[in-house]
Nanobody, 124 residues
Framework: QVQLVESGGGLVQAGGSLRLSCAAS????????MAWFRQAPGKEREFVAA????????YYADSVEGRFTISRDNAKNTLYLQMNSLKPEDTAVYYC?????????????????WGQGTQVTVSS
C-alpha cells in the first residue's frame, strides 16, 4: 500500500507557474505508474499527465501539452508537476494517483491510490 500527500498548490496569476509535489510513503514507489488528475467545481475528475514507473515515458492531456511537465524522483519517492503558462481554466483541485494494475493510464478507475488533493487557483 502507498500513501500520497500533495503540496505546492496556491493562487497564481494567469501566465504564472507552480510546481506541485506528491510525496509517497512505502518502499515500492518505483513500481507504480503515477499520474496527476484534476477536478474543477461541478466537473468530473480529468486526466492531466502520467509517467511510467521509470519516468522514461510521459503522457499528457491535450489541454496541458507543452505547458505542464510531469516527472518523478524514485530515490525520493516523489512525483512532480511543473505547471507553466497557467490559465484560469487550469483552476481545480489537483490529485496525484498511483496505479499497480494494468489499464488505461487516462482513466481514474485504473488508479488504486489517491492523495487528498491540493487547490490550484489561477486568476485572470
Amino acid at each position: 500500500q502507498v500513501q500520497l500527500v500533495e503540496s505546492g498548490g496556491g493562487l497564481v496569476q494567469a501566465g504564472g507557474s507552480l510546481r506541485l509535489s506528491c510525496a509517497a510513503s512505502g518502499r515500492t514507489f518505483s513500481r507504480y505508474v503515477m499520474a496527476w488528475f484534476r477536478q474543477a467545481p461541478g466537473k468530473e475528475r480529468e486526466f492531466v499527465a502520467a509517467t511510467s514507473w521509470s519516468g522514461g515515458s510521459t503522457y499528457y492531456a491535450d489541454s496541458v501539452e507543452g505547458r505542464f511537465t510531469i516527472s518523478r524522483d524514485n530515490a525520493k519517492n516523489t512525483l512532480y508537476l511543473q505547471m507553466n503558462s497557467l490559465k484560469p481554466e487550469d483552476t481545480a483541485v489537483y490529485y496525484c494517483a498511483a496505479a499497480q494494475s494494468s489499464g488505461s493510464r487516462y482513466y481514474a478507475s485504473t488508479y488504486n491510490y489517491w492523495g487528498q488533493g491540493t487547490q490550484v487557483t489561477v486568476s485572470s
